[in-house]
């Protein structure tokens, strides 16, 4: 699932081969706050839910019942798991701690390997989080064991060039995008 959304993303951009659409200013924007509701509330909520079963599963005086309510606080644990790889999805948490550890954690959850080439300067809070979004949601297409090159350059217009090289091919392909 997570997939299809990152190809829905990246692939609306796809209109020229090799160029990615970077997504707008209000796309980060709805994508940043979509995240921090599915967060916030339903899985904040679930995680209350999963400890209050807890409890109640320790207070039960009859073994089968609280097998049952374990059994239930497991499904409510992969739900809060399957909410926050949704979240995740969406707008990854770890892009506020900037674009390396945010690329980084989605490589390792794609079991993608990365190599990053970023400039020594800070992209400002616009562009990193449309630049942010766009290599995001390129590296969740891609399928496990691809090796993934990124280079970021650029002020003013940054410019993004993505090297993949999908396992068992020796052809690299080559994506693009300019960020203003």
């Known amino acids: ?106 490589a390792e959850h794609g079991d993608l390997r990365l190599r990053l080439d970023l400039p020594g300067h800070d992209l400002g809070a616009q562009v990193s989080g449309r630049t942010g979004l766009l290599v995001a949601d390129h590296l969740r297409t891609l399928e496990p064991g691809t090796a993934v090159q990124v280079r970021v350059r650029g002020k003013r217009l940054v410019r993004v060039h993505i090297t993949e090289q999908r396992p068992g091919t020796a052809q690299q392909q080559h994506f693009y995008a300019v960020l203003g």
């Open 1 to 106: 699932m997570t997939t299809e959304i990152a190809r829905r993303f990246t692939g609306l951009g796809r209109l020229l081969p090799g160029w990615l659409r970077a997504p707008g200013r209000s796309t980060v924007k709805y994508r940043y706050e979509l995240e921090r509701e599915l967060h916030d509330g339903p899985a904040a909520g679930l995680s209350a839910l999963t400890l209050q079963l807890g409890l109640i599963s320790a207070t039960a005086g009859d073994p089968q019942l609280a097998a049952r309510i374990d059994a239930l606080r497991d499904t409510v644990c992969l739900l809060v798991e399957r909410m926050r790889l949704l979240g995740a999805t969406i707008h990854p948490p770890a892009l506020a701690a900037g674009l390396e550890p945010a690329w980084m954690s989605v």
